[in-house]
């Protein structure tokens, strides 16, 4: 009896280590840590682009400063000695080629005014007896030579008057009365941009500071600072990209137009110069501006929008889309940006799609 209770608690013992062992285990499910799923209303807030093969660039920042366009900047002087009666602009003011600045009484303008009266007076004179000489001439009263003398002294007062009436002329006054008046007019259209003349101040013909300056400010210049171990890479016909204090959002393209042959000892720099179209006149000399050059490697590199970078703990990553609204985290390498492109040296092949636009907001998902 005891030994058959033996054999079938062995016989249950024995079925209960059967049944545990043939139960199978759960497996956990592995998840792959670098791949991301998006929802399709996710999906909207991502922009895609592919990875292509480009001409590499790099951009290389200068410090400048926007200035006038000097081909289109003309200081005015007075070519006469007087006083200003009146000044008819200030700074700032816009005026057309031949407006008046300002008006000056000049004892100069006097003394021509009145040779001028006394050319007039001796061109009647010479006149009146040139037709004598010719009325006597043909009574045979003068003789030819006498008639040539007349003829030759109204030729004389004829130069002369006409020598004053190039001066007048020259100092723009027109009119014949004696009025010692001389007016300052602008020779361009453009913005008065300095004026150093005040009313009731004297002025003398032969000063070298300018009583206006008046500049073109549709165009102005940009002077870009080029360190000394930067010189050999920047050249004329280079593109750039001018950003202003004043307009941090705002991106104006141009290209460099001349580099100075000249390096200033003291900062170790050389210019480079870019003229801007300016027709809106946003831009006004004394501005401070950052001058991102590009600059051509002459080489084919693969690359991608600036903007699909993610930079997290020193390393670099790009979202690789792998269809069907998921997506790769990758590690990448690159070499270099310019103003919108990375050029990936590991990590992406050519063709691949990566995101472009909150390719962060990815990331973090």
Request: proline share 2%; net charge neutral.
């Amino acid at each position: 009896m005891l030994r058959n209770l033996f054999s079938f608690l062995f016989i249950v013992a024995l079925l209960f280590t059967s049944c545990k062992t043939a139960t199978p285990k759960v497996a956990e499910q592995e998840t792959d840590s670098n791949l991301i799923e998006l929802n399709s209303i996710q999906m909207k807030q991502v922009t895609l682009d592919t990875v292509r093969m480009t001409e590499e660039t790099t951009d290389l920042a200068l410090s400048g400063k926007v200035s006038f366009n000097m081909d289109y900047l003309s200081p005015v002087y007075s070519f006469v000695s007087g006083n200003v009666l009146k000044v008819n602009v200030t700074q700032g003011d816009y005026v057309t080629k031949g407006e008046t600045l300002a008006v000056l009484k000049s004892g100069e303008i006097s003394d021509y005014e009145g040779q001028y009266a006394v050319a007039q007076a001796q061109v009647k004179t010479a006149k009146r007896n040139l037709d004598i000489a010719n009325e006597l001439y043909k009574t045979k009263v003068y003789s030819e030579k006498d008639v040539m003398q007349a003829q030759n002294d109204y030729n004389a007062v004829i130069a002369t008057q006409k020598k004053v009436e190039t001066y007048l002329k020259t100092y723009k006054v027109t009119s014949t009365d004696s009025n010692a008046i001389y007016s300052i007019s602008s020779p361009i259209d453009g913005y008065v941009v300095s004026k150093a003349v005040t009313e009731g101040m004297n002025v003398r013909g032969d000063n070298t500071n300018p009583l206006f300056t008046v500049s073109f400010l549709k165009t102005v210049w940009v002077e870009a600072n080029v360190y000394e171990n930067d010189i050999p890479q920047v050249n004329t016909g280079d593109s750039v990209d001018v950003i202003t204090v004043a307009y941090p959002d705002k991106k104006i393209k141009g290209t460099i137009s001349k580099m100075s042959n000249m390096l200033d000892s003291s900062a170790s720099t050389m210019q480079a110069r870019i003229v801007l179209n300016n027709q809106d006149e946003l831009l006004k000399s004394g501005m401070f501006a950052t001058v991102n050059v590009h600059i051509d490697k002459h080489k084919k590199a693969l690359s991608v929008p600036k903007e699909a970078l993610v930079f997290y703990d020193n390393d670099y990553y790009v979202m690789v889309y792998k269809g069907n609204n998921k997506f790769e985290k990758r590690m990448i390498s690159i070499e270099g940006t310019s103003s919108s492109n990375a050029y990936v040296t590991k990590g992406l092949q050519p063709n691949e799609i990566v995101v472009c636009k909150n390719s962060l907001y990815v990331y973090g998902q």
